[in-house]
C-alpha cells in the first residue's frame, strides 16, 4: 500500500476532519514528506474524500482478557472511524493495516458486510457460552459509512435470531434506525445502548469530533431510545481535564433529563500516535489552553502521556484522577445515575433452528 505523506499533498483540503497531518504508522520502512518542488504546474484543488474498502471477515467476535474492561468479546463492523474524534485511543490500529492513525485513520476505512453469516457459524459452535457481547468499543458501529454499508443491521439480526446479549457504545444517531430490533430484545433485557457525551458545547465538539453526531442530536438519540425502553448509559468518555472536565455536572444532568439510567466516566489516555495528533490539536484549536491541559494529563498518567497499566490506564492516579471521580460520584448521586444497571440476560440464547433442522418435541 505504501508510506505516507505526514502532511497533505499540494491541492488537497481537509473540511470537518479531525486530524491535521498523517505521519506513517510505525511498522513502515519509509516516510514521504510533503514539499514544493519548484514547478509551476497548478495543482487540482480538491477536497479529501473518505474511501471505504471491504473486508470479508473470516471471523466476527473478538475475545479480550482485559481486567479495566466489563466484556470479554466484541464485534467490530468497521475499522477506523469516519467521526474523527481526535482523542480516538483506536486510532494507532491503523498502523496493522500499514495506514497512517492521523488523517487515514477517518478517511480510508474498511468495511466488513457478511460479517452475518460468520457471525452465526460461530454463535452455532458446540463450545459456545453466551456472554454480552459489545459494539462500538474500539471504533463507532453508526458512524456516518453505516447509513450506506449497514453493517451493524447484519449484527443486530443475527443477535436478535439469538436472543443473545448486546451493549451498543456510539456517538451516531443512526442508532435510532436499528430501534425495531434494539426495542423487543431490551424489552427481554438483552440490550442497551451507551451514548458517548464529551461535552455539550457545540462548537467544541464540533472541533473535537467533527463527524459526529451534535450534542443537542446526541440528547435527542437518549431521549428516543429511552422512550423505546431501551436503558440508556450516559458516557462521559473521555474526560479531558482543563477542557471538558468542567462539564460533568451539566452533562450528567442533561442526560438525566433526556432519560438515561446510569452513567460512566473514562479519563483523557494518548496512547503511541494519538499524543502527538492530540497535541497538534490542541496548538490549532485551544493553544492557550495547551500547556494547562497537557499538564493535567501527564499529571493523572504518572508524568506519561499514556499509563498502559491496568487499573490506572482508564482513570489514572493522582489528585485531579481522585477529583475528577469524586465530582461524577457526586454528580451521580444527585441526578439519580447511581443505580446500577441489571445484568443482560444470558439465560435466554437459543441458536434459531435452520431448514432441514429436527424440531424438538418440547
Given at each position: 500500500?505504501?508510506?505516507?505523506?505526514?502532511?497533505?499533498?499540494?491541492?488537497?483540503?481537509?473540511r470537518a476532519r479531525g486530524a491535521g497531518s498523517n505521519a506513517a504508522g510505525?511498522?513502515?520502512?519509509?516516510?514521504?514528506?510533503?514539499?514544493?518542488?519548484?514547478?509551476?504546474?497548478?495543482?487540482?484543488?480538491?477536497?479529501?474524500?473518505?474511501?471505504?474498502?471491504?473486508?470479508?471477515?473470516?471471523?466476527?467476535?473478538?475475545?479480550?482478557?482485559?481486567?479495566?474492561?466489563?466484556?470479554?468479546?466484541?464485534?467490530?463492523?468497521?475499522?477506523?472511524?469516519?467521526?474523527?474524534?481526535?482523542?480516538?485511543?483506536?486510532?494507532?490500529?491503523?498502523?496493522?493495516?500499514?495506514?497512517?492513525?492521523?488523517?487515514?485513520?477517518?478517511?480510508?476505512?474498511?468495511?466488513?458486510?457478511?460479517?452475518?453469516?460468520?457471525?452465526?457459524?460461530?454463535?452455532?459452535?458446540?463450545?459456545?457460552?453466551?456472554?454480552?457481547?459489545?459494539?462500538?468499543?474500539?471504533?463507532?458501529?453508526?458512524?456516518?459509512?453505516?447509513?450506506?454499508?449497514?453493517?451493524?443491521?447484519?449484527?443486530?439480526?443475527?443477535?436478535?435470531?439469538?436472543?443473545?446479549?448486546?451493549?451498543?457504545?456510539?456517538?451516531?444517531?443512526?442508532?435510532?434506525?436499528?430501534?425495531?430490533?434494539?426495542?423487543?430484545?431490551?424489552?427481554?433485557?438483552?440490550?442497551?445502548?451507551?451514548?458517548?457525551?464529551?461535552?455539550?458545547?457545540?462548537?467544541?465538539?464540533?472541533?473535537?469530533?467533527?463527524?459526529?453526531?451534535?450534542?443537542?442530536?446526541?440528547?435527542?438519540?437518549?431521549?428516543?431510545?429511552?422512550?423505546?425502553?431501551?436503558?440508556?448509559?450516559?458516557?462521559?468518555?473521555?474526560?479531558?481535564?482543563?477542557?471538558?472536565?468542567?462539564?460533568?455536572?451539566?452533562?450528567?444532568?442533561?442526560?438525566?433529563?433526556?432519560?438515561?439510567?446510569?452513567?460512566?466516566?473514562?479519563?483523557?489516555?494518548?496512547?503511541?500516535?494519538?499524543?502527538?495528533?492530540?497535541?497538534?490539536?490542541?496548538?490549532?484549536?485551544?493553544?492557550?489552553?495547551?500547556?494547562?491541559?497537557?499538564?493535567?494529563?501527564?499529571?493523572?498518567?504518572?508524568?506519561?502521556?499514556?499509563?498502559?497499566?491496568?487499573?490506572?490506564?482508564?482513570?489514572?492516579?493522582?489528585?485531579?484522577?481522585?477529583?475528577?471521580?469524586?465530582?461524577?460520584?457526586?454528580?451521580?448521586?444527585?441526578?439519580?445515575?447511581?443505580?446500577?444497571?441489571?445484568?443482560?440476560?444470558?439465560?435466554?440464547?437459543?441458536?434459531?433452528?435452520?431448514?432441514?433442522?429436527?424440531?424438538?418435541?418440547?
Open positions: 500500500m505504501g508510506p505516507t505523506d505526514d502532511t497533505f499533498r499540494r491541492g488537497l483540503r481537509a510505525r511498522f513502515e520502512e519509509e516516510e514521504r514528506h510533503a514539499f514544493d518542488d519548484g514547478w509551476d504546474i497548478p495543482e487540482e484543488d480538491r477536497l479529501i474524500r473518505t474511501e471505504v474498502r471491504i473486508e470479508r471477515p473470516r471471523s466476527a467476535i473478538t475475545y479480550n482478557r482485559s481486567p479495566d474492561l466489563p466484556f470479554d468479546r466484541s464485534i467490530n463492523p468497521y475499522r477506523g472511524c469516519e467521526h474523527g474524534c481526535i482523542y480516538c485511543f483506536a486510532r494507532p490500529t491503523h498502523a496493522y493495516l500499514n495506514l497512517s492513525p492521523g488523517m487515514d485513520f477517518e478517511t480510508r476505512l474498511i468495511a466488513r458486510p457478511g460479517i452475518g453469516p460468520v457471525l452465526e457459524r460461530e454463535l452455532r459452535a458446540r463450545s459456545y457460552v453466551p456472554r454480552t457481547i459489545a459494539l462500538g468499543t474500539n471504533t463507532d458501529p453508526y458512524q456516518p459509512v453505516a447509513a450506506e454499508y449497514r453493517v451493524m443491521r447484519e449484527v443486530l439480526e443475527v443477535l436478535a435470531a439469538f436472543d443473545h446479549p448486546l451493549a451498543i457504545v456510539t456517538k451516531g444517531a443512526m442508532v435510532e434506525r436499528d430501534l425495531d430490533l434494539l426495542a423487543p430484545m431490551a424489552a427481554r433485557g438483552l440490550a442497551r445502548v451507551g451514548i458517548s457525551l464529551t461535552t455539550l458545547d457545540a462548537d467544541l465538539a464540533r472541533r473535537l469530533e467533527p463527524r459526529a453526531a451534535a450534542p443537542a442530536r446526541r440528547l435527542e438519540t437518549i431521549r428516543r431510545l429511552a422512550a423505546a425502553g431501551v436503558p440508556v448509559r450516559v458516557m462521559l468518555s473521555p474526560v479531558i481535564p482543563g477542557l471538558t472536565d468542567a462539564e460533568i455536572e451539566p452533562i450528567l444532568a442533561a442526560a438525566r433529563d433526556a432519560g438515561a439510567t446510569a452513567a460512566s466516566w473514562i479519563m483523557l489516555r494518548l496512547p503511541r500516535e494519538v499524543s502527538p495528533l492530540f497535541q497538534e490539536w490542541l496548538h490549532t484549536h485551544a493553544r492557550t489552553r495547551a500547556a494547562k491541559v497537557m499538564a493535567r494529563v501527564r499529571d493523572v498518567h504518572g508524568g506519561r502521556d499514556h499509563d498502559p497499566e491496568w487499573g490506572r490506564r482508564m482513570r489514572g492516579q493522582g489528585v485531579w484522577s481522585e477529583l475528577i471521580g469524586q465530582r461524577f460520584n457526586a454528580a451521580m448521586r444527585r441526578t439519580g445515575l447511581s443505580v446500577p444497571q441489571p445484568a443482560l440476560r444470558c439465560d435466554l440464547f437459543r441458536p434459531p433452528p435452520r431448514a432441514g433442522d429436527q424440531l424438538s418435541l418440547l
